[in-house]
Nanobody, 125 residues
Framework: QVQLVESGGGLVQAGGSLRLSCAASGRTFSGNAMGWFRQAPGKEREFVAA????????YYADSVKGRFTISRDNAENTVYLQMNSLKPEDTAVYYC??????????????????WGQGTQVTVSS
């Protein structure tokens, strides 16, 4: 079993920044895709960003492009989400996820086999 543990969430004012971390542990995971999703109250979970462990290729939702940056540290088995210029509409529980293959499908939830428990991000206006 692969465990994913998110951290770094919190309360921040609009325009501020936060960095989320997702540490992978447990059984060796051979998958290549890591993603971040978020779910706001009363809304469906939506894709935020994804990265390939092997190539470092990235993909972003239009709503966060230019403000958020996903990165990975292969040695530490950790993926990061740097969030800048935060807006109140970024308020949500943020989840990281791990999947087998990286490709044009990485914005789909069914790409991913493992999910973290989520971390709350609240942006005040």
């Amino acid at each position: 079993q692969v465990q994913l543990v998110e951290s770094g969430g919190g309360l921040v004012q609009a325009g501020g920044s936060l960095r989320l971390s997702c540490a992978a542990s447990g059984r060796t995971f051979s998958g290549n895709a890591m993603g971040w999703f978020r779910q706001a109250p009363g809304k469906e979970r939506e894709f935020v960003a994804a990265i390939s462990w092997s190539s470092g290729n990235t993909y972003y939702a239009d709503s966060v492009k230019g403000r958020f940056t996903i990165s990975r540290d292969n040695a530490e088995n950790t993926v990061y989400l740097q969030m800048n210029s935060l807006k109140p509409e970024d308020t949500a529980v943020y989840y990281c996820a791990a999947g087998q293959q990286y490709g044009p499908w990485v914005n789909r939830q069914n790409t991913y086999d493992y999910w973290g428990q989520g971390t709350q991000v609240t942006v005040s206006s």
